[in-house]
């Protein structure tokens, strides 16, 4: 596509519950990232995949986080069993990776989580 | 590990006038980009501009410009006569070159909350 697309662009779901947030990258890009922004905060890294190779995930707060990235394109972040303190926008962003461009990172528009 | 500090949380400026962000880095590498995005309400972060650390000269991009001190590692924003929609949230970034580097991280400030008033 033209841009990053994510979805859902809003999502409110009760504490406790699973919830699955979708990024779909520029395509070509190699290199796919999941931030997390909390109200009036920076950001924070949470995951990284880079073409086939094992994904670094050092940012990902608690097991209850994961994500997938599938044929190299799209990629879900889970959070299972949410909390209050989930509650954040998730940006999604992708590059053309190691192999070209000028590092620079193409982000979506967010996916606002709030946990009730 | 790499760090990015802005230590201005927000500030103002007057329609029409000139304005400069602070940002400042740590790292023991020598081979990176350094980067600004914008963030406005909207909420989608949209790059200002960029520099490779191994440029001297300063980036331009119109309005914008930095001042790059790679010795004090220091990588300050100039915004020339400031519209009212360059308001909001501005992130200085750090993104590693070097092999066994952080490559794939790019690493945020905290932000600065610019507002421009008419």
């Known amino acids: 596509g033209a841009g990053v697309s994510q979805s859902p662009s809003n999502k409110v779901t009760e504490k406790g519950k699973d919830v699955e947030l979708r990024c779909d990258p520029i395509?070509?890009?190699?290199?796919l990232y999941w931030y997390r922004q909390s109200l009036g905060q920076g950001l924070e890294f949470l995951i990284y995949?880079?073409?086939?190779?094992?994904?670094?995930k050092s940012g990902l707060p608690s097991d209850r986080f994961s994500a997938e990235r599938t044929g190299g394109s799209v990629s879900t972040l889970t959070i299972q069993r949410t909390q209050q303190e989930d509650s954040a926008v998730y940006l999604c962003?992708?590059?053309?990776?190691?192999?070209?461009?000028?590092?620079?990172?193409?982000f979506g528009e967010g996916s606002r989580l709030t946990v009730l | 590990a790499q760090t990015v500090t802005q230590s201005q949380p927000e500030m103002s400026v007057q329609e029409a006038e000139t304005v400069t962000l602070s940002c400042t880095y740590d790292?023991?590498?020598?081979?990176?980009?350094l980067f600004w995005y914008k963030q406005p309400p909207s909420r989608q972060m949209i790059l200002v501009i960029r520099?490779?650390?191994?440029?001297?000269q300063n980036a331009t991009e119109n309005r914008f410009s930095v001042n790059f001190q790679k010795a004090a590692k220091s990588f300050s924003l100039k915004i020339s006569d400031s519209q009212l929609g360059d308001t909001a949230m501005y992130f200085c970034a750090f993104k590693s070159r070097e092999t066994g580097g952080s490559q794939g991280n790019l690493i945020f400030g905290k932000g600065t909350k610019l507002s421009v008033k008419p």
């Open positions: 395509s070509g890009h190699t290199a």
């Open positions: 962003a992708s590059s053309l990776g190691l192999a070209g461009g000028l590092g620079e990172l193409f």
């Open positions: 520099q490779e650390a191994y440029k001297q």
């Open positions: 995949f880079q073409g086939n190779s094992a994904p670094d």
């Open positions: 790292t023991s590498e020598n081979n990176y980009y």
